[in-house]
T-cell receptor, first 114, second 111 residues
Framework: DTGVSQDPRHKITKRGQNVTFRCDPI?????LYWYRQTLGQGPEFLTY????????KSRLLSDRFSAERPKGSFSTLEIQRTEQGDSAMYLC????????????FGQGTRLTVV | EDQVTQSPEALRLQEGESSSLNCSYT??????LFWYRQDPGKGPEFLFT???AGEEKEKERLKATLTKKESFLHITAPKPEDSATYLC????????????FGQGTTLQVKP
């Protein structure tokens, strides 16, 4: 297993365009998380899935954001009508549900909205 | 509200100069405290998990400790390759696995 994989690594888009990011978690992990990180700050929780069910969404996740995890495998995060304030690193992590489990992160997708 | 505060924000050390990073937290029932290392432009890399006050874990030049209010990451005789941002995060007692992160401490070790 090569760990958590994210695609693309970098995305530059014009304001108002839609973008979609993909995350492939560690294969045996049943939980998948999305975080957003801006420069000089720690990651902030956006949403998470257990298998295919989306169980929690942060207040940070506006109506323009949507996440899916069909069949409990890979996940996509879509941002509609992007704004300059959406520019950030979007991080995906996966873990086992249960006691004493750590989350492993992917390399992130750097989004720049111009 | 669960909260994590790290200090200092930035730390410059000479190679071999030992020091400690601090992570203060308030959480509604601590399930675990996590330390990650993050290199520029990359995702966080897992280092340690601590579960109860008094627990300690070590890895090479790093040692993490935990009390009921804070955690320390001790760096002994650091090398330039230890330069990175170190992130602290907590999980609360809710069974979501969600991490609440501090803002990180950026460590620079000069040769």
């Amino acid at each position: 297993d090569t760990g958590v994989s994210q695609d693309p690594r970098h995305k530059i888009t014009k304001r108002g365009q839609n973008v979609t990011f993909r995350c492939d978690p560690i294969s045996e992990h049943n939980r998948l998380y999305w975080y957003r990180q801006t420069l000089g700050q720690g990651p902030e929780f956006l949403t998470y899935f257990q298998n295919e069910a989306q169980l929690e969404k942060s207040r940070l996740l506006s109506d323009r954001f949507s996440a899916e995890r069909p069949k409990g495998s890979f996940s996509t995060l879509e941002i509609q009508r992007t704004e300059q304030g959406d520019s950030a690193m979007y991080l995906c992590a996966s873990s086992w549900a249960g006691l004493n489990t750590e989350a492993f992160f992917g390399q992130g997708t750097r989004l720049t909205v111009v | 509200e669960d909260q994590v505060t790290q200090s200092p924000e930035a730390l410059r050390l000479q190679e071999g100069e030992s020091s400690s990073l601090n992570c203060s937290y308030t959480v509604s029932g601590l399930r675990g405290l996590f330390w990650y290392r993050q290199d520029p432009g990359k995702g966080p890399e897992f280092l340690f998990t601590l579960y109860s006050a008094g627990e300690e874990k070590e890895k090479e030049r790093l040692k993490a400790t935990l009390t009921k209010k804070e955690s320390f990451l001790h760096i002994t005789a650091p090398k330039p390759e230890d330069s990175a941002t170190y992130l602290c995060a907590v999980q609360n007692s809710g069974n979501t696995g969600k991490l609440i992160f501090g803002q990180g401490t950026t460590l620079q070790v000069k040769p």
